[in-house]
C-alpha cells in the first residue's frame, strides 16, 4: 500500500489527532469503508486545535490536475496530511455522500438552516442539441428569480491527490456507493461525455458534471486547498460563457440555489458558467480549460462564434471588462465629487452606460458591474431623476438579492420606494456654489 491514508474511526480517539508522517499505515486504513457517521450534527471527529491549524497551515495542498500547483509540492509528501474521511450527511430527508476533510466538517452547522423556496414550474429539462439535455424557462423570468434550489448527491474535495492507498478510481466508486439507492440509479444516468471511455462510470460522471462549490474553510493560507466539487442530479444545467443565471452552495442550509442574473425569456436555455470567467478571457483560452477540466467542447453563444473578427472584439471587450479596476471605475464620478459638482455629470452617466453595455453583450454581470449599477444610481440622485434613479437602484437591488444580501437589498428598495431619502439626493444642486459667495 502507498504511504498515505485516510482517517479510520479508530484514530479519532487517539492522543495525535491525525496519522503522523512516520506512522506506517497499516490494514486498519481500510476500515474507513465501514466508518459510517451519520450526521454532521454528530461530534464524532475531535475539534481542531489552534495547534492542528498551525501545523497544517504550514503545509501547501495542491491540486492534482492543475500544473500550476504541483510544481510547489512534493505530491509524495502530502499522504500522511490528509485528514479526509467519508461521511454521509443528513439534511431533513436528504443524504449527502462526502468525503471531506475533518476540519470542513468540524465547521459546518450543528443544525441546517431550511432551504430557499424556488419559484415553481419555472423550468424544464429537454434537448439542447449537441450539449445534450439541457435546463429551459417555461415562463418569462424576471432578474433576480430564485428558480432552482437542490441538495448535492455527493461533495468531495478537489485536492483529491493520489496519495492514498486508494487510487481515485476507488474513491469515486467509494463515494457513489454510498449515495442512497434511489438518488445513486439516477446519478448513474447523468452524460459522463468524453471520458465515459477513459474511466469509470462513476469517476466519468463525477468528473464531468460536479460543479465547484464554495465550503467553510479555516483560515489557511492556501485557500485552494478548500475547493470543493459536488453533484447535483437535477440541476443539469449547461455551461456557457455568457450565462444567464449564477449559483451559490449555502453550507448553513446545505442546498444549492440558482438565481437569474438577468430578465430570461420564455423557451431561453437556462446556463452557468462552470469556470471563473474574470481570469480566462479570451474565447481560445476558455475553451481549451473547459477542455481540459471538463472534458467538451464549449458550444455556447459566445464561443460558436464563427467569424473570426467577431471572436476577437469579443476578446477584446472582455478584456477590458476583466481589467477594469475598482479605482478606475469611481475615478469619474471622484473626480466630479472632488470638483465640487463642476464637471459634466452626464460624461459620468455617459461613462457608466456604455460599461454596462459592454456587459450585456458579453453576459458578464460580475462585481464590478455593482459598483457600475451603483454610480448610476448615485449620479441621477444627484441630479433628481426620480425615474433613471429608481430604475438602475433597482437594477442593483436585483445584484443584492441574487448575491444573498438580504440587508442591502432591503435598503435599496426603500431608496426605489421613497427616492428622496437616499444620502446623495440633489447632491448636484446642493454643490452648486451659494449666490454670493467668494
Ligand atoms: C452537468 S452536464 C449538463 C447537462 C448535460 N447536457 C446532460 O445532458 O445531462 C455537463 C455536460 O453537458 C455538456 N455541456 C455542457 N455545457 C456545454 C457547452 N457549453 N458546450 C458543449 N457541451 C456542453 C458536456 O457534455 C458536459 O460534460
Known amino acids: 500500500m502507498r504511504r498515505g491514508f485516510l482517517l479510520s474511526r479508530k484514530r479519532e480517539s487517539t ?12 490494514s486498519d486504513d481500510r476500515t474507513l469503508f465501514a466508518y459510517d457517521a451519520p450526521q454532521a450534527t454528530e461530534a464524532a471527529v475531535r475539534p481542531y486545535t489552534v495547534k492542528d491549524l498551525k501545523t497544517w497551515s504550514k503545509r501547501n495542498i495542491c491540486l492534482a490536475d492543475d500544473p500550476r500547483m504541483s510544481a510547489k509540492v512534493d505530491l509524495r509528501d502530502l499522504g500522511a496530511d490528509q485528514r479526509l474521511i467519508f461521511r ?10 462526502t468525503l471531506l476533510d475533518c476540519a470542513v466538517l468540524n465547521l459546518l452547522p450543528t443544525r441546517f438552516s431550511p432551504a430557499p423556496i424556488a419559484l415553481e414550474n419555472a423550468t424544464e429539462l429537454r434537448s439542447a442539441g449537441v450539449k445534450g439535455m439541457g435546463v429551459f424557462a417555461v415562463q418569462d423570468l424576471r432578474a433576480a428569480a430564485l428558480i432552482h434550489v437542490e441538495y448535492p448527491a455527493t461533495i468531495t474535495q478537489n485536492t483529491l491527490v493520489l496519495n492514498f492507498g486508494i487510487t481515485r478510481t476507488e474513491v469515486y466508486r ?25 474511466c469509470d462510470v462513476e469517476e466519468g460522471i463525477l468528473r464531468s458534471n460536479a460543479v465547484g462549490i464554495v465550503m467553510p474553510a479555516p483560515s489557511i493560507p492556501s485557500s485552494v486547498a478548500m475547493g470543493h466539487n459536488a453533484l447535483f442530479i437535477e440541476a443539469r444545467f449547461n455551461h456557457s460563457c455568457s450565462p444567464n443565471v449564477v449559483h451559490r452552495f449555502d453550507p448553513e442550509s446545505f442546498a444549492l440555489s ?19 470567467l474574470n481570469s480566462t478571457v479570451g474565447r481560445d483560452a476558455r475553451r481549451s480549460l473547459l477542455q481540459n477540466r471538463f472534458h467538451f467542447e464549449c458550444m455556447c453563444d459566445r464561443c460558436a462564434i464563427a467569424d473570426s473578427a467577431t471572436v476577437e472584439e469579443s476578446d477584446q471587450r472582455r478584456q477590458r471588462i476583466c481589467a477594469a479596476t ?14 465640487n459638482g463642476r464637471g459634466d455629470l452626464q460624461k459620468v452617466i455617459a461613462f457608466h452606460l456604455a460599461a454596462v453595455e459592454e456587459r450585456r453583450i458579453e453576459g458578464l454581470y460580475q462585481y464590478p458591474y455593482l459598483l457600475h449599477l451603483s454610480l448610476l444610481a448615485i449620479c441621477f440622485a444627484a ?36 427616492p428622496e431619502s437616499f444620502p446623495q439626493w440633489a447632491l448636484a444642486r446642493k454643490m452648486q456654489p451659494c449666490p454670493g459667495a467668494l
Open 258 to 276: 440558482v438565481h437569474t442574473i438577468r430578465p430570461i425569456a420564455k423557451g431561453e436555455e437556462i446556463v452557468f458558467s462552470y469556470i471563473d
Open 174 to 198: 467509494e463515494l457513489v456507493q454510498r449515495v442512497p439507492a434511489k438518488t445513486r440509479s439516477a446519478l448513474l444516468q447523468l452524460n459522463s461525455s468524453q471520458l465515459a471511455e477513459r
Open 383 to 418: 441630479l433628481e431623476d426620480i425615474r433613471s434613479f429608481r430604475l438602475w437602484m433597482g437594477k442593483a437591488r436585483d445584484v443584492a438579492v441574487r448575491n444573498l444580501e438580504t440587508e442591502k437589498a432591503v435598503n435599496m428598495l426603500r431608496y426605489v420606494v421613497y
Open 88 to 97: 454521509n450527511i443528513k439534511v431533513g430527508s436528504t443524504e449527502v455522500s
Open 15 to 26: 492522543s495525535a489527532p491525525y496519522p503522523t508522517r512516520n506512522k506506517k499505515p497499516n
Open 326 to 339: 475598482h479605482e478606475e471605475v469611481i475615478a469619474p464620478f471622484a473626480a466630479w465629487y472632488r470638483a
